[in-house]
């Protein structure tokens, strides 16, 4: 089946600090990806919808000015995090569609200190 | 708005034996999917099963059978001949329409196989 990637699977910084998470179609071309947050012994909660060039859609109560998405081209969209605090440590989590199911990433557990 | 429960926050069952995993929805949306997906402890999540509101057969794949109960909501997932490799989370979601791709997921349940 198809193949998503994220970079990195774990990162841990400092607060303040940004981090950017990639989010790779391995051998498909995803012009939809979607970023989900996941916190200890919780479900994915969705974050928003990443849209191969334009401007992502994101969820209620999701600061897009903190969560930054771009979606540059078919097999790429990326997360920043800007000036991470410890209450955003989280799983992080994309996906992208296929023909009918979605294909998850393996994740990357933030730790922010 | 659209919702998905699961009721069972966790499940054990004994090796080689079947378990039912309960999945209920609420949509107004005449067209949907149904998913069950398992994440292991790892944290990737695993695409198991896919079900199509118009689909009027019970999908299978494998060990796993989705029981789509249209009328009464529910997508429970059924796994036989359950084994140790088993063990992890399971999170029923719902694509809600065929206008957006967006997955909205269940609480999960966390299923446990004993030998």
């Known amino acids: 089946g198809a193949v998503v990637s994220q970079h990195p699977s774990r990162v841990i910084c400092k607060s303040g600090t940004s981090v950017k998470i990639e989010c790779r179609s391995l051998?498909?071309?995803?012009?939809?990806m979607f970023w989900y947050r996941q916190f200890p012994k919780q479900s994915l909660m969705l974050m928003a919808t990443?849209?191969?060039?334009?401007?992502?859609?994101?969820e209620q109560g999701v600061e897009k000015d903190k969560f930054l998405i771009n979606h540059a081209s078919l097999t790429l969209s990326t997360l920043t995090v800007t000036s991470a605090h410890p209450e955003d440590s989280s799983f992080y989590i994309c996906?992208?569609?296929?023909?009918?199911?979605?294909?998850f990433g393996p994740g990357t557990r933030l730790t922010v200190l | 708005a659209q919702k998905i429960t699961q009721t069972q926050p966790g499940m054990f069952v004994q090796e080689k034996e079947a378990v039912t995993l309960d999945c209920t929805y609420d949509?107004?949306?005449?067209?949907?999917?149904l998913f069950w997906y398992k994440q292991p402890s790892s944290g990737e999540m695993i695409f198991l099963i896919y079900?199509?509101?118009?689909?009027?057969q019970n999908a299978t794949e494998g060990r796993y059978s989705l029981n789509f109960q249209k009328a009464r909501k529910s997508a429970n997932l059924v796994i036989s001949a359950s084994q140790l490799g088993d063990s992890a989370m399971y999170f029923c979601?719902?694509?809600?329409?065929?206008?957006?791709?967006?997955?909205?997921f269940g609480t999960g349940t966390r299923l446990q196989v004993f030998p």
């Open positions: 996906s992208a569609r296929g023909a009918f199911e979605q294909f």
């Open positions: 051998d498909f071309q995803a012009t939809t």
């Open positions: 990443s849209n191969e060039g334009s401007k992502a859609t994101y």
């Open positions: 949509t107004s949306d005449q067209s949907y999917g």
């Open positions: 079900q199509g509101s118009y689909d009027e």
């Open positions: 979601a719902m694509r809600h329409s065929t206008l957006t791709d967006k997955l909205i």
